[in-house]
């Protein structure tokens, strides 16, 4: 899994809440059998017209948010489906950090699988970002944030600086990439020990590693 | 004298396989439900690791998003959605998973056929890649969604990472009137908690209301739980659970004694949980999502609200919103809704009592001309015995369309779609904007209410229906 220390670029502010996962990607885009590609169906049906071209009145077809790599959203993102091709649409369109008050549990989750950091911040931190997001683009430029996980802050060039909360075993294991079922398989004697305890009948062929 | 515990509480100490210094936990999963859609990159991460299926005993797979509900002898005619279903097969193969594959008479929406074949049971932990995974609390277990890599972690391990979750107390107390359903409660719950109001949560629906629930009418509860951020929701186990396990395919060999040790779940007296509402099952109507989530929602006797009359900003202009996807005036009396299609389905309403009540309603009623209707049993066995009471017959001598088991049109997957502004009353969970197709215009309402709307073309109060 690729690691996640500190992301600076681009933030594409998208003012909606309860944003869910049939929206992030629609259903008719999980067929297929691969974790790759699913970029160009990302917000699939919020960013194209009928016709099929892009819709100049969604937030992301935007020319100052091409190229953005920080998505800022509003409560509840990520409510619906487990489906973990959402992040994988979210990040394959190139987003490494999602920056919202609140997280539907499953997609949150699913982002730690994949790299992508879900970054919790207050209410009134995320309206003041929305607003510098506006001030800047107002200014003619994209908005720049940092999301750094070692210092476990968001910070901007103009004072803006807060911190937030993870969980430290995935801090660790975003931070240093880790396989995450290699991790686990480490304690797989600790698991044999479990399943004897409740009956269950040793493995055959021994161990799996 | 240990200290009280809840049902999540006793589970939870159960399955700790271990706790060490800085991770996560990890739990054990005893069961865990494939389906074709998030499973073929789990398989195939644990072929490029060289990875076998820790438990494939433990490991039961059936399609049931991607396939049409019409005649599954021939061929699948969409070659994305026939390659999936065709990798699940593969992959059940290579690994040793037991695959209930179309053509199988117990094939059918995953947690349908979880709890009809015993294999969802009291006390376990059970997975699926599948946000509905919470129907299986209804029996007593924790049962939550999983996204694939998690999948691919569960194939290879048998266990979870898994911060414990809080606990949520939801208690319903009196009883539900004539002609509401374990439906509108569990819409009403959510109308009242928030599409958020469970996020972090397990919620255990307690009080006599729920106890009173039979087993498939607590499944539909716990279905939806996730629909109010909850990521399980479970209901403790009693006579009921155990009468309806008895004798089925998977539970225990010896029953009694696996009765008798899961009667110790439930949750003990004196046990905290992080959070209680209580609600009362008598303030409960017939109810009809308006809106594009589940939280939007009203009673059938209401109007489609104003957004201005709402407090919050953001609920304010989410609901805007959703009046004008769902092409609704504020003020209109829901019963002069009228609709163009109706789905009674899905893993919330798709079982034998819900095809019998639907059937009640429509016996001897026609469907309204403008109405295009269908009936999705939820598996084999659900349709089998639909068959063996003649409901299939009073459904298509009313007109409805008679079909196959799968997810069908909950979700547009396969191809059961609204086209674009089609309205449809339909018995399933989840109404977001596209969700039955792009531009599909879905409410959500109980199996009777549906079968309301289909004759009459429109919304209609169950309560004053004319049973014929």
Known sequence: MQPFTTHTGNVAPLDRANVDTDQIIPKQFLKRIERTGFGQFLFFDWRFLPDGSADPAFELNQPIRQGASILLARRNFGCGSSREHAPWALDDYGFRAVIAPTFADIFFNNCFQNGMLPVKLDEADVDELFRRAAAAEAAGHPYRLTVDLRACEVRDDGGFTRSFAVDPFRRHCLLEGLDNIGLSLKHVDKIAVWEDAHGLAPLQGGEIG | ?468
């Not at chain 2, 060289?50 to 699948?76: K, M, Q, S």
């Not at chain 2, 946000?131 to 969604?145: E, P, R, V, Y």
């Not at chain 2, 009883?175 to 397990?202: C, F, N, Q, S």
């Not at chain 2, 309806?244 to 029953?255: A, E, H, I, Q, S």
Request: aromatic share 6%; hydrophobic share 35%; proline share 6%.
């Open chain 2, 1 to 468: 004298m240990p200290a009280p515990r809840t049902l999540l509480d006793k589970i939870w100490d159960d399955h700790l396989v271990c706790s060490p210094d800085g991770e996560q936990p990890l739990i054990y999963i005893d069961r865990h439900l494939v389906h074709e859609v998030t499973s073929a990159q789990a398989f195939e991460g644990l072929r490029v690791a060289g990875r076998r299926v820790r438990r494939p005993e433990a490991t039961f797979a059936t399609p049931d998003h991607n396939i049409p509900t019409t005649d599954r002898r021939l061929p699948i005619a969409d070659p994305i959605s026939k390659q999936q279903i065709d990798t699940l097969r593969s992959n059940c193969r290579e690994f040793g998973v037991r695959l209930f594959d179309l053509g199988d008479a117990d094939q059918g929406i995953v947690h349908v056929i979880g709890p009809e074949l015993g294999i969802t049971q009291p006390g376990m932990t059970i997975v699926c890649g599948d946000s509905h995974t919470a129907t299986h609390g209804a029996l007593g277990a924790l049962a939550f969604g999983i996204g694939t890599s998690e999948v691919e972690h569960v194939l290879a391990t048998q266990t979870l990472r898994q911060s414990k979750p809080k606990s949520f107390e939801v208690r319903v107390e009196g009883e539900l009137h004539p002609g509401v359903t374990a439906k509108d409660l569990v819409l009403y719950l959510i109308g009242r908690l928030t599409t958020e109001g469970g996020t972090g949560y397990v919620i255990e629906y307690t009080g006599p209301c729920i106890r009173r629930l039979g087993m498939e009418e607590r499944m539909t509860v716990c279905n939806m739980s996730i629909e109010a951020g909850a990521r399980a929701g479970m209901i403790a186990p009693d006579q009921i659970t155990f009468d309806y396990l008895r004798g089925r395919d998977l539970v225990p060999k010896d029953f009694d004694r696996a009765v008798a040790q899961w009667a110790t779940l439930p949750s003990d007296a004196g046990a905290r949980y992080d959070r209680s509402e209580t609600f009362s099952g008598g303030d409960v109507v017939p109810q009809v999502t308006w809106g594009t989530n589940p939280a939007q929602v009203v009673g059938v006797d209401a109007s489609v609200p104003d957004p201005a009359s709402m407090a919050d900003p953001s609920d304010r202009s989410s609901a805007s919103r959703a009046l004008e996807y769902m092409g609704l005036e504020s003020g209109t009396p829901i019963a002069a809704i009228p609709i163009d299609r109706v789905f009674i389905g899905s893993c919330t309403n798709s079982r034998i009592e819900d095809l019998r009540a639907a059937a009640s309603v429509v016996r001897g009623h026609t469907v309204s001309s403008r109405v295009r209707a269908m009936v999705v049993p939820g598996s084999g066995r659900v349709k089998r015995q639909a068959e063996a009471e003649g409901l299939d017959r009073v459904f298509t001598a009313a007109g409805f369309e008679w079909r196959e088991a799968g997810c069908s049109m909950c979700l547009g997957m396969n191809p059961d779609t609204l086209a674009p502004g089609e309205r449809c009353a339909s018995t399933s969970n989840r109404n977001f904007e596209g969700r039955q197709g792009k531009g599909g215009r879905t409410h959500l309402v109980s199996p009777a209410m549906a079968a309301a709307a289909a004759v009459a073309g429109h919304f209609t109060d169950i309560r004053q229906w004319r049973y014929l």
